[in-house]
């Protein structure tokens, strides 16, 4: 066995997949599936997302899309979110991936590889609508719209879009709706212009849930697929909205290692490197092979938890390059090799990525796409 595994479960996706086709009715659902599927691991989170009927997914770059085109058989839609080398373009436009268009360079490069290999490019033109990222600024699309409407032939306008800057906070509010506002005007000048875009979409996880009217044709779903929710206002706010006690989301990823040996400490004595942690009685503990190199960060020394034998229990000492500490003084019939849980459940204990996000004040997110690629995924039901 491994250092550590992870574990995806089926059954747990399934429910997520079930839940979000609930909550959005007659709109497409894009699967976000960059950064290694939110760390879940390309290769089985694609294979389990099929096998729930998702036939859409978003990626940010052309490397991404490369791996998913090779990791799918099935006839799926790969949607590029960002980055694409000048030298992928053509392989982009060749193999019928879409891709956003957001600045007059990648407009001028897909024109000019669409003409000379005769296939038209499957474009989104995204609009910046005041997150100051990327997309077109309203004073560019008289420019833009002349552009593409000479050269109709050479592609397909799959979709129209935008992003939105922190719909998962209510602090957000009034910028999200003058977002809202500014994309629906923008569109009509496309269509004033006979610029029929083939989908309308904008909205991510918290603003799909938070504001319905961002839904529109098809919604890009990131971390409530994985049985996360974008910020705990989020969370609250769904529940109180729809009367509901508990949550609806499932978590499909477990991180679990084993025991690779026991000792005992005596009382006055430091534990692990330096001085932060001083035994105040004789302790036992336990040593995990997995440290900050494996995605257990370092900042969660003196106060991360893990489960052992049905109990949780609390990381003693710092965290190393390649091993924790736990103490096990208060767990009985420990033994070398026993199963240690990271993070999901043992019996009834449990622990999500969420006890890790309140203590190190990493986001869900964050926590997430740092799990090394080299720890084992595997498919659990």
């Not at 992928?88 to 193999?95: G, K, P, R, T, Y």
């Not at 609806?248 to 290692?257: A, E, F, H």
């Not at 004789?282 to 938890?305: E, F």
Request: proline letters at 3%.
């Amino acid at each position: 066995m491994p250092a550590s595994i992870i574990e995806l479960s089926q059954s747990a996706l399934q429910n997520n997949i079930t839940f979000l086709k609930k909550q959005f009715e007659n709109t497409r659902i894009s699967s976000v599936v960059k950064a290694n599927a939110y760390g879940h691991g390309f290769e089985p989170y694609l294979k389990m997302a099929v096998a729930c009927g998702i036939d859409h997914f978003s990626v940010f770059s052309s490397d991404e899309a490369k791996k998913v085109k090779s990791i799918i058989k099935e006839p799926v839609e790969i949607m590029i979110l960002g980055w694409i080398n000048d030298e992928d373009l053509e392989w982009v436009i060749s193999n019928q991936i879409d891709f956003f268009v957001f600045n007059h360079e990648r407009v001028d490069k897909f024109l000019e590889i669409s003409k000379r290999i005769g296939i038209p490019a499957k474009i989104h033109i995204e609009l910046e609508t005041g997150m100051n990222r990327t997309g077109f600024h309203s004073k560019e699309l008289n420019r833009l719209i002349k552009k593409l409407s000479e050269n109709k032939q050479h592609f397909q306008f799959k979709g129209i879009c935008t992003h939105f800057a922190g719909a998962e906070s209510i602090a957000n509010y009034k910028r999200i709706h003058d977002q809202i506002k500014k994309f629906k005007s923008l569109h009509k000048r496309f269509l004033k212009s006979y610029l029929i875009p083939e989908t309308r979409h904008a909205a991510c996880s918290a603003a799909a849930l938070s504001y319905p009217k961002t839904r529109f044709d098809m919604v890009r779903i990131g971390i409530l697929q994985y049985g996360f929710w974008p910020s705990v206002e989020a969370y609250i706010q769904f529940l109180s909205h729809n009367n509901i006690q508990t949550d609806p989301l499932k978590q499909i990823l477990s991180w679990k290692s084993v025991i690779m040996s026991i000792k005992k400490v005596k009382t006055g004595e430091f534990v692990s490197y330096g001085t932060s942690y001083l035994a105040q009685k004789d302790m036992k503990i336990a040593l995990i092979p997995v440290g900050y190199s494996q995605g257990y960060a370092r900042n969660l020394s003196n106060q991360g938890r893990v489960i052992i034998k049905g109990q949780r229990v609390g990381v003693v000492g710092m965290v190393n390059m390649n091993m924790l500490i736990a103490d096990i003084t208060t767990v009985e019939k420990v033994n070398i090799g026993d199963e240690v849980v990271l993070i999901g459940k043992q019996g009834d204990i449990s622990i999500n990525v969420s006890s890790f996000t309140e203590i190190s004040d990493q986001l869900n997110y964050e926590l997430l796409t740092r799990l090394p690629l080299e720890i084992t995924r595997v498919i659990t039901k």
